[in-house]
């Protein structure tokens, strides 16, 4: 009966609606659901929405910009980048936008995604730093959000045992201040569902807070923030918090977009540092980036002959549970030490120097594949990254090593092949015993040590209307892994082809498969390695009609098999509605969708629309039906409401989920609301 209700609010609302997302939001969804897709399903990605919804208001200058703030668009390669200064070095300044047709590299797409992001127009903004100016002219964006999962979930009844001491309330509060391209400050709070609201075990007041202030381009100090930051430096092998993403359609993202030194302004608890840092410039070229942090981060422990010891480091942020509570804060973390960069428009090099104190011992634990886990309380990582472009090729590489242990590289190039093709190779060896604690680089398991392996891909845009990505990944585990007692190695290729005859249509097929090595589910004296593959056939259809209407059509047919066992099937189609016209206060979207998968194995993930910086990966597990509906009101011209409900109707159960989260019956469903106000 709920879902009827929410496919009848959908068609009121498709009634009713009016102005949704222009085409740059649309945009902007685009790319960050081409990124999502090869993240966790718990992923962030508020930092970069962040920046997109920042550069769409205040365009980037292209004849008045840097390496750095281009990195930060993301579906802008390395090389396009070079090239684009190459050409003003050589011709002068862009005169107009439509110049960017005649740089190498830059094709139409790219150009489409540019332009919203792009001027040639000097602003006019004043950024003298005054504390008239910082009043007068500063952009104040505040946002409040609540939402919960409507049912009862099993963590919330009188358990005698383990159950969730809080309420199932998720709030959020962020204000972001920001002044032309020089001062940015920022406050967050955050509760999640199943944590006490307001001073309870180990909070100071709330769960989690966080919060910035930073000085951008003061003379030859050119970014000083004070409190939360990142620093994502060369190929993310010795130094790279915050957001991350690697091997995607878009194969060029092998090629790490370093941004250096950025206030943190995400709701995540764990991506950041927090204390001091800046960036100098102390000669033509050079620049000097120090940086000190000291943090409390949450730790399972274990008692080894009366003595307290790390066993893991936990990042989920939650403290729900009694466990999770005594969990938190238990490690103290303190990091110091600085990144040299020297730069020109063809040349990068870096050199990074660190040290990671904890005042806890760290134990590999008991399983034989952690044995090369790190060990002891003091950690020194130094590092060496470089990228160059020569003509039509850019070559790019990081080392990285953990004093008294292990060496890590990876080495990349991007070369220009035709006007129409592209290529993309990288080679990357990460030793089993390579220790970091900020690396994110390239690499098939969430970690980037004990792997080797080799990646190439290619870009193909045989006219204005196709477009095809390829990319194949050769990937192999020197060492055991979790579930995986011996060495093992595997593949994952990817084809998509995309045709979009015209700005209001375009259809999508992807092929993708993976094959890894894994423990047999057999009961056997000694584990064998069964060979585990999982193949994803996608269909997808993206139109509109007139200014109004558009639409998004999508089947996704998933097969797992492993070892001699039986191949299993998941399946998922869904259709999402959208509303737009012209003008007017009120704007919003639908899901329906149809799943059915054979177990947990062959699960779907989808990225689904959700109220501004937040983001869902729905789990499509099971057989049944989900839907969402999105609102959002414009209360006044410089304040927004959004409201979403969200809905799970599995067939043929009695309980949906497991553990804690477990919920008497066949549906979740769950609401938000989000007041934003821009002053």
Do not use: C
């Not at 709920?2 to 496919?7: A, D, P, S, Y």
């Not at 090239?83 to 003003?88: A, C, P, Q």
Request: net charge positive; hydrophobic share 35%; charged share 20%.
């Amino acid at each position: 009966m709920r879902f009827r209700l929410l496919v009848l609010f959908a068609l009121l609302l498709i009634g009713f609606a009016a102005k949704a997302q222009t085409q740059e939001d649309q945009l902007i969804k685009d790319l960050i659901e081409s990124i999502a897709e090869n993240l966790p399903e718990d992923y962030d990605l508020s930092e970069l929405q962040d920046r997109l919804t920042y550069y769409r208001k205040h365009p980037i200058n292209l004849n008045n910009t840097t390496a750095e703030e281009l990195k930060t668009l993301v579906f802008l390669s390395p090389l396009q980048i070079s090239n684009l200064f190459e050409h003003i070095r050589k011709n002068g300044k862009l005169i107009d936008l439509l110049e960017l047709q005649s740089i190498p590299e830059f094709d139409i797409q790219t150009i489409q995604r540019l332009l919203p992001f792009a001027t040639l127009e000097q602003s006019a903004m004043v950024d003298k730093i005054t504390a008239a100016n910082l009043l007068k002219y500063g952009n104040n964006d505040l946002i409040l959000r609540y939402g919960r999962v409507i049912e009862k979930s099993k963590g919330y009844t009188d358990l005698p045992g383990s159950k969730y001491l809080g309420t199932p309330d998720r709030y959020l509060f962020r204000y972001r201040y920001t002044y032309s391209n020089r001062v940015s400050a920022s406050l967050v709070f955050e509760k999640d569902a199943g944590e006490h609201f307001f001073r309870g075990p180990k909070q100071k007041p709330f769960d989690f807070l966080s919060g910035h202030i930073a000085f951008l381009n003061t003379g030859r100090f050119k970014k000083i923030v004070l409190g939360d930051y990142t620093m994502q430096f060369g190929q993310a092998l010795t130094l790279w918090s915050g957001f991350a993403f690697g091997k995607s359609p878009d194969v060029t993202g092998v090629a790490k977009r370093d941004v250096g030194l950025r206030p943190y302004t995400s709701a995540n608890e764990f991506a950041f540092l927090r204390g001091a840092a800046m960036t100098v410039n102390i000669a033509k070229n050079i620049d000097f980036s120090p940086f000190v942090s000291h943090r409390k981060l949450d730790a399972s422990m274990t008692t080894i002959d009366g003595v307290n010891m790390v066993s893991t480091i936990n990042e989920t942020g939650l403290h729900r549970t009694q466990s999770e509570i005594n969990n938190k804060n238990n490690l103290e973390q303190t990091v110091y030490g600085g990144v040299l960069q020297y730069r020109t428009s063809a040349l990068s090099i870096g050199a990074v120097a660190y040290h990671t104190s904890f005042n806890r011992t760290f134990t590999p634990g008991t399983g034989l594949y952690r044995i090369h886990n790190f060990t002891g309380k003091e950690l020194t990582n130094v590092g060496a990254h470089y990228s160059y472009t020569y003509k039509n090729f850019y070559f790019f590489g990081e080392f990285g090593k953990s004093l008294d242990a292990g060496l890590a590289y990876v080495n990349g190039a991007l070369v220009s092949l035709s006007s129409t093709v592209s290529a993309v190779l990288l080679h990357r060896n990460y030793q089993k015993n390579y220790h970091n604690f900020f690396n994110q680089a390239t690499a098939e398991a969430s970690e980037a040590f004990n792997e080797k392996g080799f990646y190439a891909g290619l870009n193909i845009n045989p006219s204005k209307v196709w477009s095809i990505q390829v990319y194949g990944d050769y990937f192999k585990f020197p060492w055991l892994r979790f579930r995986v007692d011996a060495p093992s190695d595997g593949y994952e290729f990817l084809g998509q082809v995309t045709y979009s005859p015209t700005k209001t249509f375009r259809a999508i097929l992807r092929y993708k498969t993976e094959v890894k090595q894994q423990n047999t589910n057999l009961t056997v004296p000694f584990n064998y390695l069964d060979e585990v593959k999982r193949e994803n056939y996608r269909a997808e259809v993206k139109w509109a009609v007139g200014k109004s209407f558009g639409f998004q059509n999508r089947v996704e047919v998933v097969q797992f098999r492993k070892g001699d066992a039986k191949a299993e099937f998941g399946y998922l189609a869904y259709q999402d509605v959208s509303y737009s016209p012209l003008s007017s206060r009120l704007s919003g979207n639908i899901r329906v969708a149809y799943f059915n998968t054979a177990s947990y194995d062959s699960r779907i993930y989808a990225y689904e629309d959700d109220v501004l910086y937040n983001f869902t990966f729905g789990l499509y597990n099971g057989k049944g039906l989900r839907g969402y509906a999105n609102l959002k009101y414009r209360l006044a011209k410089r304040i927004d409401l959004w409201g979403r409900y969200a809905l799970y109707n599995y067939d043929n159960v009695e309980t949906v989920g497991s553990g804690l989260d477990e919920i008497n019956g066949k549906m979740k469903s769950e609401m938000r609301i989000q007041l934003r106000y821009q002053f």
